[in-house]
């Protein structure tokens, strides 16, 4: 099969459910309003992307390349980002719903997370140093045997962070949110 190279271009408002888009290399490109859910993403390289309100929700990420994309208000549950080329990979994610995803033992240092819904989501064993989850909602999302050190957590909530099983040296909390660092003691602690 054929690859096909798109450069600069802008894609808005199409639907993939029943086809795939075309296999190949996304440069500079900018998505909007798509929907992506249960496609195959599969061997795609996408390069300074930018993905705007577009739903990728159950979309196979196998061999995927994400390196410097944008996903702004996107719906992306259920994904498996540890499917992706792990080869330099570089997200952001601004106001996305990001409901179980995984990013099993993926190196995401310096990843910004902002204004998103990260429920249930399962980061064990990923690199995420000096990432920043900016007011984001980290209800049951997991957190084990994750690099935290100097993860910025202060305006985010609902997190449960065990840290004997993490490493979070030099990670910000807020003293409103504290409490998730003893959610394993089941100690009741008054404002």
Same mark, same amino acid.
């Given at each position: 099969m054929?690859?096909?190279f798109?450069?600069?271009?802008?894609?808005?408002?199409?639907?993939?459910q029943?086809?795939?888009?075309?296999?190949?290399d996304?440069?500079n490109c900018?998505f909007?309003? &798509?929907? =992506?859910?249960?496609?195959?993403l599969?061997?795609?390289? !996408?390069l300074?992307c930018e993905?705007? @309100?577009?739903n990728l929700s159950l979309?196979s990420l196998?061999?995927?390349s994400?390196?410097?994309?944008?996903f702004i208000?996107?719906?992306?549950?259920g994904l498996?980002f540890e499917d992706?080329?792990d080869l330099m990979?570089?997200v952001?994610?601004?106001g996305?719903?990001?409901d179980? &995803?995984? =990013?099993?033992?993926?190196?995401?240092k310096?990843?910004? !997370?902002?204004?998103?819904?990260?429920? @249930?989501?399962d980061?064990t064993?990923?690199?995420?140093?000096n990432s920043s989850?900016?007011?984001c909602?980290?209800?049951r999302?997991?957190f084990?045997?994750?690099n935290?050190e100097?993860?910025?957590f202060?305006?985010?909530?609902?997190?449960s962070i065990?840290?004997?099983f993490?490493?979070?040296?030099k990670?910000k909390?807020?003293?409103?949110s504290?409490?998730?660092?003893l959610d394993?003691y089941d100690i009741e602690?008054?404002?």
């Amino acid at each position: 099969m054929d690859r096909v190279f798109r450069e600069g271009m802008k894609f808005d408002g199409l639907r993939f459910q029943n086809s795939a888009p075309e296999t190949g290399d996304y440069e500079n490109c900018t998505f909007k309003n &798509c929907d =992506f859910s249960n496609t195959s993403l599969s061997d795609m390289n !996408f390069l300074e992307c930018e993905f705007r @309100e577009c739903n990728l929700s159950l979309a196979s990420l196998i061999g995927t390349s994400f390196r410097e994309v944008k996903f702004i208000n996107c719906k992306l549950l259920g994904l498996h980002f540890e499917d992706c080329n792990d080869l330099m990979i570089s997200v952001e994610f601004v106001g996305c719903s990001m409901d179980l &995803c995984s =990013f099993n033992k993926l190196k995401l240092k310096k990843t910004r !997370f902002k204004n998103s819904k990260i429920n @249930e989501a399962d980061f064990t064993y990923t690199d995420l140093s000096n990432s920043s989850f900016d007011n984001c909602d980290l209800e049951r999302t997991i957190f084990k045997n994750t690099n935290l050190e100097g993860v910025d957590f202060r305006t985010s909530f609902n997190y449960s962070i065990d840290p004997e099983f993490n490493r979070i040296k030099k990670a910000k909390f807020s003293l409103p949110s504290i409490a998730g660092l003893l959610d394993k003691y089941d100690i009741e602690i008054e404002k």
